[in-house]
């Protein structure tokens, strides 16, 4: 079974940055496209970022496009999305997952999510 583990999230204030990481266990995360996903209170989960395996194709919601830049390192078996410019609407639970990119939307590939970070974007 595919374990994810999400950290990095935290309160920042607005135009701040974080950058969160997914590490992963039992299983090599290198042999998969992984994305990250939010959720905000009350809102459905939704595709922010998807990598693929070489790196080399990212994809991003629109909202998120010039302030996220999704990246990984093979070799640390870690991906990381550094966020800029923080708004409060960026306010979520953040997941990463495995992903694939329909219709130039991020979406999971299956339901393995790890336990999610919270970032809170607040002055």
């Known amino acids: 079974q595919l374990q994810l583990v999400e950290s990095g999230g935290g309160l920042v204030q607005p135009g701040g940055s974080l950058r969160l990481s997914c590490a992963a266990s039992?299983?090599?995360?290198?042999?998969?496209?992984i994305g990250w996903f939010r959720q905000a209170p009350g809102k459905e989960r939704e595709g922010v970022s998807c990598i693929s395996v070489s790196g080399g194709t990212t994809n991003y919601a629109d909202s998120v496009k010039g302030r996220f830049i999704i990246s990984r390192d093979n070799a640390k078996n870690t991906v990381y999305l550094l966020m800029n410019s923080l708004k409060p609407e960026d306010t979520a639970v953040y997941y990463c997952a495995v992903c694939t990119v329909v219709a130039g939307m991020v979406r999971n590939f299956n339901d393995y999510w790890g336990q999610g970070t919270q970032v809170t974007v607040s002055s």
């Open positions: 039992r299983f090599t995360l290198a042999d998969y496209a």
